[in-house]
């Protein structure tokens, strides 16, 4: 057995420090590789964090609501002589977890091809010790997908990669280009009360520049008749509740609208990897929910286009339940493939959302407002009152043309518009 340093893991894009919820084994306890060590919590989602292998726990060195930098030791554990040789130098020097980028600068591969390196990504024990057996460099581990936590590579990743014949073995990593520096404008801020960002208001406003920055971003609008939904809804919302136990809002109705459209325009529900497009093979919409904090998540309704509307309307409020209390899970806010931003919960009339990386589009409706439209019908021209709403899609046109996004955002409308004023819930 020998002792190791278990550190702080990296459990998400620009999360740079965790906290302890609970130990899950207690100093002297013994373990197996993938049981959960600790509970911690991070301004986004509680996660749980595995053993890297068998062994022992030797002692905690950070307490339950202790606040913990990524990378600093958490506890000491004895793991087993053959897990951790393979996390050991062969000159048997000091044990350290490294991260991709450090043991990239470790181990240069002199190859062809390009890719960008995953920086900051946990390497286990196991896979560690499988790319030593294999003889596949940090550099190549970089480019392989994970399917674990937080995209962590699992024994499984490995596997499938060899069986592909190892398609990133000749690869170098993709130089970044450094010919532009921001300049260092003095601008006059002003004076006034100085409130620091909270880390999930630091992590949205990274997320959104690197958005925007990253796809081209192109709005188009359109406007929906929603009198039949409306009036369907406002007739049924205490009945649907009575039913099934759960209150009827507009989410899942137009949940409901976009996942039908998505089906007629599968284009719409990819991402984009280098030069390849990446057509979801799932419909799972996200729903942009503002917390009591005035920040936002955005937890996803998995499989939205196979689910009735009594369960639609269950998952919604759940996950919304879940938002406001903080008790979301990594698995509540991953895999998203289209989003929905619903601003005119706030009075707004229409809204250019940001993209949702790494997602091709996003929806955002305005607030459903009664106006006097003209009706063409067959004995002439009426004016009615109606309840409209107008629609607004960003969409990334590395991917997505005027065309395809034009004819996506026309069908939800057509969607909400022929909503069944006779539905039977």
Not at 379 to 404: A, K, P
Request: hydrophobic share 35%.
């Amino acid at each position: 057995m020998t002792q190791t340093e278990f550190k702080m893991p990296k459990m998400g894009e620009s999360i740079t420090q965790g906290t302890i919820l609970n130990w899950l084994v207690q100093e002297g306890e013994s373990f197996q590789e993938g049981d959960i060590l600790v509970e911690i919590a991070t301004d986004k989602v509680d996660n749980e964090v595995p053993a890297p292998g068998s062994g022992v726990m030797i002692s905690h060195k950070a307490n339950v609501n202790d606040t913990i930098e990524v990378g600093h030791t958490i506890a000491v554990v004895s793991l087993s002589t053959q897990v951790a040789s393979s996390k050991a130098p062969k000159n048997d020097s000091p044990k350290k977890d490294l991260t991709t980028s450090d043991r990239l600068n470790k181990n240069p591969l002199p190859t062809k091809g390009s890719f960008t390196v995953k920086e900051n990504v946990f390497i286990s024990p196991l896979v560690d010790k499988m790319a030593r057996l294999h003889h596949i460099s940090y550099q190549e581990l970089a480019c392989i997908t994970g399917s674990g936590l937080d995209g962590r590579l699992r024994k499984t990743d490995i596997t499938n990669y060899l069986q592909q014949g190892r398609p990133f073995q000749f690869v170098q990593q993709e130089r970044k280009n450094e010919g532009y520096t921001i300049p260092d404008l003095k601008f006059d801020k002003g004076s006034g009360k100085i409130i620091p960002m909270d880390r999930m208001r630091e992590m949205i406003a990274d997320h959104m520049v690197y958005s925007k920055h990253t796809s081209p971003h192109v709005t188009a609008y359109v406007e929906a008749d929603l009198t039949n939904m409306v009036a369907w809804r406002n007739t049924n919302k205490v009945l649907f509740e009575k039913t099934h136990g759960e209150k009827l809002t507009f989410t899942p109705l137009f949940i409901e609208a976009v996942a039908n459209a998505i089906k007629d325009f599968p284009m719409i529900n990819a991402s984009l990897d280098g030069k390849n497009i990446i057509v979801k093979q799932d419909i799972n919409i996200g729903m942009a929910t503002a917390l009591p904090t005035g920040n936002l998540i955005v937890p996803v309704v998995k499989n939205a286009d196979k689910k009735d509307l009594k369960t639609l309307a269950g998952t919604i409020n759940e996950l919304a339940q879940k938002s406001r209390s903080g008790n979301l899970k990594a698995q509540d806010i991953k895999g998203g493939s289209f989003t929905i931003s619903n601003v005119g919960t706030f009075g707004s009339l229409m809204g250019t959302p940001i993209i949702n990386q790494p997602e091709a589009a996003i929806l955002a409706t305005g607030i459903i407002k009664k106006r006097a439209e003209v009706i063409e019908k067959s004995q002439g021209d009426t004016i009615e009152i109606r309840s409209m709403m107008y629609l607004s899609l960003s969409f990334d046109h590395r991917i997505v043309d005027g065309h395809l996004a034009g004819s996506f955002l026309k069908r939800i409308a057509q969607n909400m518009e022929a909503f069944d004023v006779n539905r039977s819930i």
